[in-house]
Each structure stands twice: as structure tokens, then as C-alpha cells.
């Protein structure tokens, strides 16, 4: 039993800790929104401060903005002054301004799925059904696995965090976890396309420069799922 409640928790799956360790920041999927909590640095514990929703969200946050039905993966950038949302349902990434001191979010922002009913101010092509997010930790690059697309879209990050999108390689099938060399140089990403009823195993596929390699790996009961993972080089 938790000893408190807040809003904007309801199918609550990702989560992000600031780079100060002060905030921490989790999306709500069914609530379409992202809760905010202050961090004791000492103890660990969490006090709600507040959350975003969708515009369309039932949720009883204060604030709201398009883009964040079916909100899934969140990061905060390495400076503290962003915070990045992938929208789901409508094929959406949110940018939101941080302010390092409480922690609270303002300036919201999206890009959406070319075609997507979001309302966004920007579109693009490569991500329907986005769900992990990554960010180099230069700052420099923001990168988006969608599901639905099977493409990564990589964004420029420019003043103020805004995003401006700078590429995708497709034929990720069903992309799942993105991770960023320390040295900001490579990206990685999971792919998984599964063969008959072994399910999903996650697992390299080198991808450098174009040059793509697959390999097959055989499940306990014989059955080979086509496993899939990538490299990109910055």
C-alpha cells in the first residue's frame, strides 16, 4: 500500500531522474500525462509537485498540451533544461522546457507523425507509435524508436532545446531500448520480428554506414527468431 497519490499515474511505465538528482519525471499512458516529483537527495523520497496532460486527458493536472496521449518513454537532457516525451497514440515527441530549481515543466512543445490529428507545430515522417527515447550525452542529438514505423529518427537539438529532425534509418523491425555511446558517437537500438510462437529475444544487428548484418538465434525449442539491433555512427 503507498502512503500518497497523485495524479497522472495511471498506467505509469517510464521513468527519468534529473542530472541534478532533484526531480524525477514519469509518464502516465493511460492518463496521457507526465507527474512530477521533487527527489530528497538524502532519502530517496518522492513528493508529487504537479503533472501534464493531454489535451484530451480525463487526468486533473493543472496544465495541459497536445501530444502526450499514450505517453511512454521520457529522458531529461544531460544540461537539466529539457525534458522529452514520446507520445504513442498519436505518433508524437513533446519537448518541455525544465526549470532546474522546482523541477517544474513549461514551454510545451511537440512534433508529430505527418498526418497525425495532434495539432502539432512541426511534423515528420518515421514515427508512428514512438515509445524510447535516448539522448546523446553532449546534447546534441535526440533519437526516437517507433514501433509502428520500425524506423529510429535521429533530431538535431538546438537552442532551447528545440528539436529539428535530422534523419531515420528504417527496416528496425519492432525497435525496442535505444542506448547512446558515452562519447555521444553511436547510437544502439534493439529490433525484434518474431518467428512462430517463441516470442520476442532481443539482440545485435550491426548496422554501420549502411552495411547491415543479420543473424539468426534458435529459441530452446528449435525455432529461429529473426533478431534484430543496430548501430548508427554520429
Known amino acids: 500500500v503507498c502512503s500518497g497519490s497523485t495524479e497522472g499515474l495511471n498506467s505509469a511505465r517510464f521513468i527519468a531522474v534529473s542530472p541534478d538528482n532533484k526531480h524525477v519525471y514519469v509518464t502516465g499512458g493511460d492518463d496521457a500525462a507526465v507527474a512530477i516529483f521533487s527527489r530528497d537527495t538524502t532519502s530517496g523520497a518522492l513528493t508529487p509537485t504537479g503533472c501534464w496532460k ?120 519492432l525497435p525496442v531500448g535505444l542506448a547512446v555511446s558515452p562519447d555521444s558517437r553511436h547510437v544502439y537500438a534493439g529490433g525484434v520480428t518474431s518467428r512462430a510462437a517463441c516470442g520476442d529475444a532481443p539482440g545485435p544487428l550491426d548496422v554501420r554506414r549502411g552495411q547491415q548484418q543479420r543473424r539468426q538465434r534458435a529459441d530452446q525449442q528449435g525455432v529461429g527468431d529473426d533478431v534484430q539491433g543496430v548501430l548508427f555512427h554520429a
Do not use: M
Open 54 to 173: 493531454d489535451t484530451t486527458s480525463i487526468a486533473t493536472c493543472t496544465n495541459t498540451t497536445a501530444g502526450l496521449q499514450g505517453a511512454e518513454g521520457i529522458t531529461v537532457s544531460p544540461d537539466g533544461g529539457n525534458v522529452y516525451v514520446a507520445g504513442q497514440n498519436e505518433g508524437t515527441v513533446v519537448t518541455f522546457t525544465r526549470d532546474a530549481s522546482s523541477g517544474d515543466l513549461s514551454g510545451a512543445s511537440c512534433i508529430e507523425q505527418t498526418g497525425s490529428p495532434a495539432s502539432c507545430s512541426a511534423s515528420t515522417s518515421g514515427l508512428q507509435a514512438p515509445r524510447e527515447l535516448a539522448i546523446s550525452p553532449d546534447g546534441g542529438g535526440v533519437y526516437v524508436a517507433a514501433a509502428t514505423s520500425n524506423t529510429i529518427t535521429a533530431f538535431s537539438r538546438g537552442a532551447g532545446g528545440a528539436l529539428t529532425a535530422a534523419g531515420a534509418e528504417a527496416g528496425v523491425l
